[in-house]
């Protein structure tokens, strides 16, 4: 009896594996698609000679060799900027050599200069108000006195570099103070042309 049962058994066994015979299964791979390249393409930005940075007036013409007077009071600093260390400062008109420049830095056209004492940065002014002149063709700057800003009697001005105040309008008087880069000076007088200024 139990040789039958197990005769059956394999019997229906048989026939399962006949009725569902297994099926390959078929497998495909995953495609890949590459994406578009994102490499930025550098820009190239042609910048002409005759090119000012914003924010600065046309230079003056000079060029590394030209021989100029720097207005007394003009503070030389060591970098092209209003923050740089200052290096020089001359009390009288003093004849300098141009060795570099311009660069436009804080709205000023820079160059630098050599001569009497230490070498370094000044700026050049602005129109209608230049501290640098070429000594070609202009008279003796121990006779120079340059033309004055246009202010008024108590109008007030700003400083646009570290200044000395004196008692009088003279460089052997009493300094009274240094007033710092921005501050706002009221005008009482002047102007007076004492010692070049």
């Given at each position: 009896?139990?040789?039958?049962?197990?005769?059956?058994?394999?019997?229906?066994?048989?026939?399962?594996?006949?009725?569902?015979?297994?099926?390959?299964?078929?497998?495909?791979?995953?495609?890949?698609?590459?994406?578009p390249?994102?490499?930025?393409?550098?820009?190239?930005?042609?910048?002409?000679?005759?090119?000012?940075?914003?924010?600065?007036?046309?230079?003056?013409?000079?060029?590394?060799?030209?021989?100029v007077?720097?207005?007394p009071?003009?503070?030389?600093?060591?970098?092209?900027?209003?923050?740089?260390?200052?290096v020089?400062?001359?009390?009288?008109?003093?004849?300098?050599?141009?060795?570099?420049?311009?660069?436009?830095?804080?709205?000023?056209?820079?160059w630098?200069?050599?001569?009497?004492?230490?070498?370094?940065?000044?700026?050049?002014?602005?129109?209608?108000?230049?501290?640098?002149?070429?000594?070609?063709?202009?008279?003796?700057?121990?006779?120079?006195?340059?033309?004055?800003?246009?202010?008024?009697?108590?109008?007030?001005?700003?400083v646009?570099?570290?200044i000395?105040?004196?008692?009088?309008?003279e460089?052997?008087?009493?300094?009274?103070?240094?007033?710092?880069?921005?501050?706002?000076?009221e005008?009482?007088?002047?102007?007076?042309?004492?010692?070049?200024?």
């Amino acid at each position: 009896m139990r040789r039958f049962f197990a005769f059956i058994l394999l019997l229906i066994s048989g026939m399962a594996l006949m009725l569902f015979p297994a099926t390959a299964q078929t497998v495909i791979p995953p495609t890949f698609t590459p994406l578009p390249s994102s490499t930025p393409v550098p820009t190239i930005t042609i910048i002409p000679p005759s090119y000012t940075p914003p924010g600065c007036f046309a230079p003056l013409g000079f060029a590394p060799g030209t021989v100029v007077v720097l207005t007394p009071g003009v503070n030389v600093r060591n970098l092209p900027s209003l923050s740089g260390a200052v290096v020089n400062y001359y009390v009288e008109a003093t004849v300098l050599t141009i060795t570099d420049g311009p660069i436009c830095a804080d709205g000023y056209n820079w160059w630098r200069v050599q001569g009497a004492g230490n070498p370094g940065w000044v700026i050049e002014g602005r129109p209608g108000r230049y501290f640098l002149t070429s000594i070609s063709g202009t008279p003796d700057p121990s006779t120079l006195c340059y033309p004055p800003v246009e202010l008024i009697v108590g109008e007030r001005a700003r400083v646009i570099t570290g200044i000395r105040v004196h008692t009088r309008a003279e460089l052997a008087s009493l300094v009274m103070t240094v007033a710092p880069r921005g501050s706002l000076l009221e005008v009482l007088r002047g102007p007076v042309c004492a010692d070049n200024l």
